[in-house]
């Protein structure tokens, strides 16, 4: 007669076995974890090129809006900022506004 204790534990290590082999038999052979690991990092590269050319993007907007910034600080346009109540079209030409 058989000892339901050992028949548990048989039945226990079988269900491991069978696990086991499920684990085993659903992973990805060397060559497809190769390749995916080949597209992470192609992916990460290109997301590092993006990141580059988006700082040198911000960097040349900061410099054209430092100019911008200084071109309206010069003295022609200063009338037209200290008006205050009155719309300034900034696309007029400033020599034939009357101050």
Do not use: Y
Request: net charge negative.
């Amino acid at each position: 007669m058989i000892n339901p204790f050992t028949s548990t534990i048989g039945l226990i290590v079988l269900l491991i076995g069978c696990a086991a082999a499920e684990v085993d038999s659903e992973r990805s052979p060397r060559a497809v974890l190769s390749s995916a690991c080949q597209e992470h990092t192609s992916l990460h590269n290109r997301a590092d090129v993006v990141e580059k050319k988006v700082e040198d993007t911000v960097g040349k907007l900061e410099v054209e809006l430092a100019a911008l910034m200084e071109a309206i600080e010069d003295p022609k346009w200063r009338p037209h900022l200290d008006n205050t109540g009155t719309p300034v079209d900034i696309l007029e030409d400033p020599v034939n506004i009357q101050s």
